[in-house]
């Protein structure tokens, strides 16, 4: 009995896309492989040897997942010892910021006191142009009499 492709993906529960890489990939599945009217068609055989071959994929992705879960356990088991360098890091990095706090807050301190000494150097500076502005103003005035002689 002949299976198009999407029945084969069916059967299979696989997407057409992995029957249709499983195609190309396989040789063997070559001589298993009929062509109708531009669709292609799997013999029985054809998707036994599809079926073999998603095994024989899922067994090896079985094998490398339990592979990775061995080393990182034994990676982690080796690296027990330095959870307390990991630990004094920690804590050298906290004492760190402590001191970089108390800088940024003295730092803090003398930029407020600089703003204020500004502030109070521009109220002196536009007191010191009010007198010299009034002491114009004396200078120019002139007594009444001249106003009227002159």
Same mark, same amino acid.
């Given at each position: 009995?002949?299976?198009?492709?999407?029945?084969?993906? *069916?059967?299979?529960?696989?997407?057409?896309?992995?029957?249709?890489?499983?195609?190309?990939?396989?040789?063997?599945?070559?001589?298993?492989?009929?062509?109708?009217? !531009?669709?292609?068609?799997?013999?029985?055989?054809?998707?036994?040897?599809?079926?073999?071959?998603?095994?024989?994929?899922?067994?090896?992705?079985?094998?490398?997942?339990?592979?990775?879960?061995?080393?990182?356990?034994?990676?982690?088991?080796?690296?027990?010892?330095?959870?307390?360098?990991?630990?004094?890091?920690?804590?050298?990095?906290? !004492?760190?910021?402590?001191?970089?706090?108390?800088?940024?807050?003295?730092?803090?301190?003398?930029?407020?006191?600089?703003?204020?000494?500004?502030?109070?150097?521009?109220?002196?500076?536009?007191?010191?142009?009010?007198?010299?502005?009034?002491?114009?103003?004396?200078?120019?005035? *002139?007594?009444?009499?001249?106003?009227?002689?002159?």
């Amino acid at each position: 009995m002949l299976y198009s492709v999407l029945e084969a993906s *069916k059967l299979l529960n696989v997407t057409r896309k992995t029957i249709y890489d499983k195609i190309n990939v396989l040789k063997e599945i070559k001589t298993e492989v009929k062509t109708k009217n !531009n669709i292609k068609y799997l013999t029985e055989q054809g998707i036994s040897l599809i079926r073999l071959s998603l095994t024989k994929q899922n067994d090896y992705t079985e094998s490398n997942e339990n592979l990775n879960d061995n080393l990182c356990d034994s990676y982690i088991k080796s690296d027990s010892p330095s959870y307390t360098d990991i630990h004094n890091l920690i804590e050298t990095l906290k !004492n760190e910021l402590i001191v970089k706090n108390k800088q940024i807050e003295s730092l803090t301190d003398a930029l407020s006191h600089s703003q204020k000494l500004n502030e109070n150097n521009q109220v002196l500076l536009q007191q010191s142009h009010q007198k010299v502005f009034l002491l114009e103003q004396k200078k120019e005035e *002139k007594p009444w009499w001249k106003k009227i002689f002159s």
